[in-house]
Each structure stands twice: as C-alpha cells, then as structure tokens.
C-alpha cells in the first residue's frame, strides 16, 4: 500500500514519527508534504495563537539552533523511541527521508494546485494526516481509499476541537478514532475507535495529548493492517448508534477555565483536589 | 381605512427621518461645543484602526486576556456612576462629539438590578445607592395609567410598552431590595397598564409600540411581567406573559430565525434578536416552558456556532442569520453571553458556557481602562467604534448586558467550582 503523509511542518514531531513508524511497518512512506513554516499566513497565526515571544522563542529552537548536538529531548517524551536513531534523534522530515529513502516536498497550502499536482505524482493508496490545512475536496479525492485522520477523540460523541479535555468533562471515555477525512469537520466514516486506558495516570493535560498521539502512532500499523486485509470497513457516522441523530456533538477549542477543570480529573488534578479537601 | 393608516405610517417614517437628521446634525455639531473631545475621539478612532488592521482571528485559538472580572465589574460601575445624572437617571450613552445624553428612563430602570448585584459583587456600596436613586427618579416618572413614557427624558410625552416593561423589572427588584410600598403600587399599577393594553394575539401594538407595529423582541416586557406574576405572586401578569411568549415562539423559523422584529428603517442588529432570545428564555424559565427553552436553544447554538468558527459575531442580521456587517454590536455580544450562560444553567451543556466565557474574554478586552470620563470603563456600542450600531458612543445598555453576563459568569463558575464538577452532560 502506498502511504503519503501530510504534516502541519517539516518540524513536526507527530510527523517525523508516523514516518518512521510507517518505514518501520515496511510501509513506504511514498512520500511527504509539509506545511513550509515561513510563510506569512502562518507566522501572522501563530503570533495570534502564540504571541510574539512564544513564537521567537519556537523560532529559536527550531530554527536558530535545531539543538545542535542532536541530543536532547523530544516535546513529546513518548515518540522519542520512534524519534532516536543512531544516538540522536530526528528533528525534520527531511532528515527521516533521508535515511529511510523517500520524497519530501514543502508547500505553503496542502490544498494549492501545486500541493495536489505533487500528491496525485506519488499515486497515494492513503494519505494519513498529521497535520495542516483543513482539506478541500479536491485534495480529499487523490488517495484510492481516502485521507486517514486520527482524532484524539471518540467519534462520533466528541468531535472537534479540545477532544481529549471535552471527554473528560462529558464523561466520555478518553480514546482516539481512526478515520477517513470529509469536507465536515471530523464527521467523515469511522474505521476504528481505541479507548485510552492510561488517561488516570496522566500528570497534565498536554502529557495525557502526548499519550493519546503515541498510542495513535502506535496503533496505525493495525488498521492499515486492517484495511490491507478487509478486516477493517469504513462505517460512517450517521449510521452508528446515537441517543439522538440530531445532537450536534461539535465541541469547540475550550476555555482555559474549563481547561483546568478538566485537569482536574487527571491523577495529578485528582490528587490535587483530594489533598486541598483533606486539609482544607 | 388602511389608506389613513398608510397616512399616517409614512408621515411617522417622515417624523422619524427628520427627528433622526436633526439628532445627527446636533451630535456632529456638539465637537464645536466642546473641542476638547476631538482627542479622545482621535485616539479612540487610531486605537480601533490599529486593532483592526492587526486582529488575527483563527479557528485554534481565540482572544484571552489577564484582567479579571472583578476589575472589569469595578471598572463598569465606574463607568455607570459617571454616567448617572444629577436627576438620578442614567445617561442613555457618552458621545464622542457631543459628550453625555440626558437621562434614559428605559435603561435607569433595567440597570437597577445590575447596579444591585455589581455593587454586592465588588463590595462598592455606591452601587446600591445609584440603583436607589435611580429608583427615586423613576418613580418621578410613571404617568397616571401607570405607564412610563418613551424616549430619552422630556423628549417624548407617549407611553411606551417596551419602556414601561424595561423599567418594571427594575422597579420588581427594587421592591424585593427595600419592600417599599409605593414601589409595590408603582409595579401594580405599571403590569396592569401593560396588560390592559396587550393585543389579543398577545402582542402589543398600536399607539404604546414602536412605530406602532409588534415587536418580537417585546419578550423582555414578557419577561418583567413573569417577574412581577411571581414577586406579586398574582398569576395575571404571568398569563399576559405567556400569551406573549406564545406569538414570539410562533414567530420562529424551523431554522431558528426570528420574524417579527419589525424595526422599521434599522437593520435586525444582534442587539434585538438577542433581546428576543433573552425575553423568552427567561420568561420561559420562570413560566416553566420547556418548549421555549428549547426554541431559543435553537437559535442561540446558531449563534454559537457562528462565534466559535468565526471568533466574531457580525453586529446585523438579514433573514436566516445571514450578514454582510463588518462590525460587531458589542451589547449583543454580551447579550448573547447572558443567553448562553443561562442556557448552561438550564441544560448542562458546557459549550454554551465555553462560548460565553471566550465572549467574555473578548469583551474585557475591549473595554477602556482608565482614560476621558466617558470612555474609561464603558462598552462603545460598535466595534470598531464607527461601526453601524451607535456609531461614536458609549452605551449605558452596553455596560448593562455586559456586566449582566459576568455576574452570571461569576455566579455559575463559583458554583461549578464548589460542586465536585462531575462530569456532565454536553447535548444540545
């Protein structure tokens, strides 16, 4: 089967890693497009999403001196075992593609012309998403059999954005959901659902995000596996079971209020909560 | 007979037209009058240019800001102490070339139990004795039929429904505050007033309406009358007010649009579709109308939606929610947290909570702090500030909803807090 992945940076961590783990299965990648990091669009995004000092400060890292030794450590601890290689570790795609042989292109818009023209050249059977643009339906018709997301939510009750702290306010099962991309956001049909069952043990919400994304990786191998075999079939969300077909399970970048709330249904939060009642 | 009608409309549009041109033609002249404003209105034009040109809105993120509610309330009250007048009422808005209204009787008497419930939050005891003040003076004002009159005061003699209903709820929780007897018959004597004028649709109509038509959003007179069934505990008032809330609900769409707003030469700025939401929904709560929850419910997630994909709600609406504006009505923003944290309040779904506190995030930001009096602490009534919806002022309503919206905020976080927070439920 021939895989491509699209990734929101050529610095991408979740990338770097879904490449090697593809590489590792024995499958390809064929190819990688990533999102080029300096382009205005993006720089102007971050600085709203970020700041000017977090995005200088993520410039620098990255950039200025893409820790230079080669040692040091991944953002997300879990992926440095995929991430390490040869008493170093993988900063770009480009140094992936370098030792496992495949073609990497940069791109300013996955969803460009050029973007597409490139893709639809490495003749995808997949695409599995990692990050970047939201796609247009051009883009979503290049792969034989569709563009592979892995939400870290399950759908179809928690769609969305901020999936793993809106399941742990909803009560929810924490988990992720492969699936194949639509023009909807994360609406597309279901492959498979994975709960999480490390979410109580988690310190912080971004150590309980860094998880879920391992354990996507981790399990990817199984549904193209999955898909390769016949034993994995797209089912689509409107035909699953649902307390109500018109609930709307649309949830939407959280509040950093809420967000600390949510916190505090993690181990670390738990204990936290437990402490202050015992002594307050 | 519909000819005299149609008479009379279009000499009312002339009347209106000619009241409007004159109002514009006295506020742009108000600069001559007191040049010293020129500053205030030139930094607040090249803040808001600035802002603008730079704003990055995006789907991953949206605006957060350091200061806190409690400092924001303090600020909004400052803002309303500066704006009340010698008489006791408050100042319907600052203009930035004419400088202070005169006193609005409609938004003195909705502002009392804001002016309450924001001087018990910050502990500022001014507050409580502005929202008695303005109670003195409303009193001052109730005509004979126990109606209250329309317009800014001394500018119009006519009784006004919507006005009369507006300042009702004020009056209710004054009675509540301090048990005085003649704010009791003020109320009596203004809800029977207002029933006694209702349409037999339930609407109000005629002479006592806005260029005499129905109006939806006339729900929040609905509303003062549950408030009233309840206080007085006379179920009247609260039929009267069902009666409304039925032909409001019936002017829903299935898609969650609202007819009837019926302003006759102004667009359906946020500002009125939230007044119809607000009206019913709370009057629904009170009467124990599932049906309306629901129905507002509908409209507000379109609402919702909008926010959170677009960071920004547009200030007008054309049918089906559709918009051309490139501003934001800031009053129907924090309107429309009010709705959501109600509706968070009655259904348990943590994402019209989400939405209100991002709302409420984003219009702390906008608020002056420190500053011309006037502007320090005051919500303009567009963003940009010359936007559609009272363009160059700061709106004493604006200041009302807003700070309506975060001691509701503060209400329901504090006791989401204190509950253990289990999980609940996110339907719509």
Known sequence: ?280 | MTSSCDDRRANSDGNAMAARMAKAFAETTGLLRGPQRAIPLLQKLISDRLRITFEQRHLYSYASTKRSSEETLNALLRWLLNAQRPDGGIAAYYSLLAGYSKSYPEVTGYLVPTMYDVGRITGDGRGVVAAECAVQWLLSLQMATGAFPGGLHGSEARPSVFNTGQILQGLVRAHMETKRPEILQAVVAAGDWLIGVQQPDGSWSGPGAYQDAPHTYYSMVAWSLAELSEHAEEDKYGIAAERNLDWVLSQFRPSGWIDGINLRGHPNYLHFIAYVLQGALECGILRGRKDAIQIVSRSAWILLRRFENNKYLPGNYEAEFKSRAHYACLTGNAQMSCVWLRLFEMTDDLRYLNAALKMNEMLKRLISDGGWRGIDGGVSGSSPVWGGYQPLRYISWGCKFFADALVLEHRLTRSLQASAFGALPCAS
């Open chain 1, 1 to 280: 089967m021939r895989v491509v992945i699209l990734g929101s940076s050529l610095y991408s961590e979740t990338a770097c890693a879904m490449a090697v783990r593809m590489a590792k299965l024995g499958k390809g990648p064929a190819g990688a497009l990533a999102l080029s990091t300096l382009n205005r669009a993006t720089l102007m995004r971050k600085i709203g999403q970020w700041g000017v000092a977090e995005v200088a400060r993520y410039a620098r890292t990255k950039l200025v001196s893409p820790r230079g030794d080669g040692q040091g450590h991944a953002k997300n601890p879990y992926l440095e075992t995929l991430l390490n290689h040869e008493g170093g570790m993988f900063r770009s795609l480009r140094q992936v593609a370098r030792v496992y042989g495949f073609p990497i292109a940069v791109c300013r818009d996955q969803n460009s012309p050029d973007a597409i023209a490139r893709l639809k050249r490495w003749a995808p059977d997949l695409i599995v998403f990692t990050g970047g643009n939201i796609l247009r339906k051009e883009l979503l018709k290049v792969p034989r059999l569709g563009v592979l997301n892995v939400h870290l939510g399950l759908l179809p009750q928690i769609r969305g954005m901020s999936s793993p702290e809106w399941s742990l306010l909803s009560g929810v099962p924490v988990g992720i959901t492969f699936h194949y991309m639509d023009a909807g956001i994360d609406t597309g049909p279901i492959l498979r659902r994975y709960e999480f069952p490390g979410a109580a043990e988690c310190e912080s919400l971004s150590d309980l995000r860094s998880r879920l994304i391992a354990f996507g990786i981790a399990k990817i191998g199984e549904v193209i596996e999955g898909l390769i075999l016949g034993t994995i079939s797209p089912v689509q969300q409107s035909n699953l079971n649902r307390s109500n077909q018109n609930e709307d399970c649309q949830f939407f970048v959280i509040h950093e209020w809420l967000k600390a709330r949510a916190a505090e249904h993690l181990g670390a939060g738990r204990r936290a909560t437990i402490a202050a009642s015992v002594h307050g």
